[in-house]
């Protein structure tokens, strides 16, 4: 069974920094695309970061590149997600997801993880909420 754990949210001033743990188990790390979510109250669910560590892939959102930085430990099982200067506009649920990577997955050139599509299985959740 696919299993994801957030960890890491907090309360933060505006300039301030958190980093977001992903803890996955049930599946094999290599085989899948791991990405970071995030649900604004009032808003739809946007893709902020995603990591293909078979084929080295990273991809961010535009509001975030620059500030935020996606890492995996393969070892660990663990996707972070470093978040630097952070703004008041990032408070949100933040999400970690998984999904397998196809079967013929170098075709892709990780489309996957540049159009957040294809994510089935879900981790709770971990607020951030950024003060002003």
């Known amino acids: 069974e696919v299993q994801l754990v957030e960890s890491g949210g907090g309360l933060v001033q505006a300039g301030g920094s958190l980093r977001l743990s992903c803890e996955a188990s049930?599946?094999?790390?290599?085989?899948?695309?791991i990405g970071w979510f995030r649900q604004a109250p009032g808003k739809e669910r946007e893709g902020v970061s995603c990591?293909?560590?078979?084929?080295?892939?990273?991809s961010y959102t535009a509001s975030v590149k620059g500030r935020f930085t996606i890492s995996s430990d393969n070892a660990k099982n663990t996707v972070y997600l470093q978040m630097n200067s952070l703004k008041p506009e990032d408070t949100a649920v933040y999400y970690c997801?998984?999904?397998?990577?196809?079967?013929?997955?170098?075709?892709?050139?990780?489309?996957?993880?540049?159009?957040?599509?294809?994510?089935?299985?879900w981790g709770q959740g971990t607020q951030v909420t950024v003060s002003s």
């Open positions: 997801a998984a999904r397998r990577l196809p079967p013929r997955w170098a075709d892709y050139g990780g489309s996957y993880c540049y159009t957040f599509v294809g994510f089935s299985a």
């Open positions: 049930g599946f094999t790390f290599d085989n899948y695309a």
């Open positions: 990591i293909s560590s078979r084929d080295d892939i990273t």
